[in-house]
């Protein structure tokens, strides 16, 4: 985009238009990328790996984020990190639903598209607890539970500075978004596009290289708590059940929470996960206070233009050895009534 395309932008009444450089990619691995650009507070990685065996098309690398909404405690508010790493409150809202929060605030957003070849340039990226689901329906959480974690209900990072990584082209973009209305601005998003450049030609430094696991011997990590006894879980199940037969239910997965103590980098283990459990969605996000890594085998559910994607999946087995085990674990999975209902 030239600086003359950019601000035509205005007129045409775009708030936030994306400015993106081009590289080649063959030098770089989402996780560097990450790593040279992105390491901080407020960050998040994205990847994917198809079949258990090779990368997905995209990585998509967040940098660190200055805006965020958050709703916590009933109340929702828009927070700006300033150069101190201070919060700053731009907007709050008690007693507010969060997706009507959020919905309006992406209303008075105007933004240009990004290139087609980009799949993704930014926008709300976080995640939604699962309390959130009484602003959907409200008989499905009535009362409140205690928070044992203290963490947002929802985090949705404003995030308009990214790396996309195009693995099948061996390509990677730098997008920075600026607003097409302010005097300066496409040179303004230039130059940090120079510096991001610069950032990615220089190495890191050794402070910031990930540990090398073969280089600690394994430690007893210690205890794992669990938030219920077997007991107080097969009580849950009898009660499960009950409700089944009631009617009032058709499935119910009955989870826990286990936690233990964890003194590595988060991003070490998000390295142990991505190598243990490739994953088609596999993420890692930074959000200062706590980590949400993880590995998903399926889509929850996409919304690309007036398309609607949802694609569960049932059962899982362990890989075969063999393309032949592969076919027998397949058969034995579509003949389950279960996995079939």
Known sequence: MTEQD???????????????????????????VYLKLAHGPYSYL???????????????????????????????????????GSDVCLERADGADPFEFARAW???????????ELRFGGGLVGYFGYETVRHVEPRALQGSKPDALGTPDMLLLVSDELAVVDNLRGMLYLVVYADPREPGAYRAARHRLE???????????????????????????????????EEQFLAAVRRAKEYVYAGDCMQVQISQRSSRPFAAPPLELYRALRGLNPSPYMFYFDFGDHHVIGASPEIMVRLAGETITLRPIAGTRPRGATPEDDARIADELLADPKERA
């Open 6 to 32: 950019f601000l035509k932008l205005a007129s045409q009444g775009f708030t936030r238009a994306p400015v993106v450089a081009a590289a080649r990619a063959d030098l770089y691995t989402p996780l560097a």
């Open 46 to 84: 994205l990847e994917s790996v198809v079949g258990g065996e090779r990368f997905g098309r995209y990585s998509f690398i967040g940098l660190a984020c200055a805006e965020r909404i958050e709703a916590r405690n009933g109340m929702v508010r828009r927070l700006l990190r300033d150069a101190r």
């Open 106 to 116: 992406l209303k008075r957003q105007q933004v240009a598209p990004v290139p087609a």
């Open 195 to 229: 510096q991001l450049r610069a950032r990615l030609a220089a190495p890191l430094p050794e402070a910031m290289l990930p540990a090398l696991a073969e280089e600690a011997p394994p430690s007893d990590p210690g205890p794992v708590t669990r938030s219920f006894t």
